[in-house]
């Protein structure tokens, strides 16, 4: 088969690669669309920490081209979304379905191979199927997944007033998930003007371009002095993980879903804020819950389904799968701003 494989840091090629092997319990799924993740571009040009040659791609969709004779839940031609996390199943935090923060888990597309490929090997635990969704929207059912662990794990309430820091394509999936709960009130911060346009065709009502002012002035300003009642933090800035302390009422509660790629250091007030204002602050890491793969994932497939969420809007970018160098050079050189880049075998 052909693939993206990474030889090594910053050196991705469309390649030939041996076709995956189909075990009892598996299933060989023909890649129909693939997502970069935000996560992938710092991995792939500058930090890959797995083993190598690598085939990177986490979010995936496409079609059942082979199963395992164990197999039941799936037939051959079913069009599926992968989900690329494989828990230990055996684990202290497994054996509570903290299925997230399992200790020795797999992952396709960094520990196992991933999607940038014509095909993957995918345990038949770890497929869903899609019915009428298309693949590209599909493939984007991973992150939106990850966006409402965090939404349901921060429990808003009608009425919050809530600030997405980050307004790229995970700011922009909360701030869907915000809509669909019910939440009206919703400030995007971003330094991009055509992100911020995005987030406020998908709901955010109150666009900050903090390249034009400071958001945590104006965010005050907003809410008479206050603050607001939740901050999501989606850029994985050390400037916006510092401004959502700033900005976040007392009482109020803040979620980190950003990576953060370096060092953090707070100032004296971002800290005392989260004592002398009692915050709630709290990570969310992958998508997942108990029964595996979790509700977070279900109610993804639910609201892409029936169109309350969209998706199509928010790709940027479509490549082939042989152009896969070009695409880490565009982002690179960051030749083009982008949103969501889909990649297609």
């Known amino acids: 088969m052909k693939a993206a494989v990474l030889y090594k840091v910053n050196d991705i090629r469309y390649a030939d690669f041996p076709d995956p092997i189909c075990g009892e319990n598996d299933v060989i799924v023909k890649v129909k669309a693939a997502g970069i993740c935000g996560s992938d571009p710092p991995r792939i040009l500058k930090n890959w920490r797995y083993s190598l040659p690598a085939i990177p791609g986490h979010e995936f969709s496409g079609i059942i ?71 590209e929207s599909a493939a984007m059912i991973e992150p939106l997944a990850v966006a409402l662990h965090g939404v349901l794990g921060i429990r808003p309430i009608i009425g919050d007033t ?30 991009s003007e055509k992100k911020l346009k995005e987030a406020e065709k998908l709901g955010a009502t109150i666009c900050i371009n903090a390249k034009e002012k ?64 009692e915050l709630t602050v709290k990570g969310f ?33 479509r490549f082939k799968l042989s152009e896969i160098r070009e695409v880490f050079d565009m982002i690179a050189q960051k030749k083009e701003e982008y949103n969501k880049i889909i990649i297609i075998p």
């Not at 997230?100 to 396709?108: A, I, K």
């Not at 169109?307 to 928010?314: D, F, P, Q, R």
């Open 162 to 191: 809530v600030a997405i820091i980050g307004a790229g394509t995970l700011g922009q999936l909360v701030i869907q998930w915000l809509k669909v709960g019910g939440i009206n009130d919703i400030i995007a911060v971003d330094i």
């Open 65 to 135: 081209a082979e199963k395992g004779k164990n197999v039941n839940n799936v037939g051959l031609g079913d069009p599926v979304v992968a989900i690329p996390f494989i828990p230990c199943y055996k684990c202290e935090n497994c054996l509570k379905g903290n299925y997230s923060l399992c200790d020795n888990y797999d992952m396709l597309g960094s520990k196992s191979y991933g999607g940038f490929a014509e095909y993957v090997k995918v345990p038949s635990t770890n497929v869903l199927k899609i019915d009428s969704i298309d693949f």
């Open 285 to 317: 890491w992958n998508s997942y819950s108990a029964p595996f793969p979790g509700q977070e994932w279900y109610k993804s497939i639910q609201y892409v389904r029936n169109k309350s969420i969209k998706l199509n809007e928010m790709i940027s970018h």
């Open 214 to 277: 400071d958001p945590i002035e104006e965010i005050m300003k907003i809410t008479d002095n206050q603050g607001v009642d939740i901050a999501f933090e989606c850029a994985g800035s050390p400037i916006t993980q510092e401004q959502c302390l700033l900005i976040t009422k007392k009482k109020g509660k803040v979620a980190y879903l950003g990576i953060a790629y370096s060092d953090i250091h707070f100032s004296e007030k971002s800290f005392e804020n989260i004592f002398r204002k």
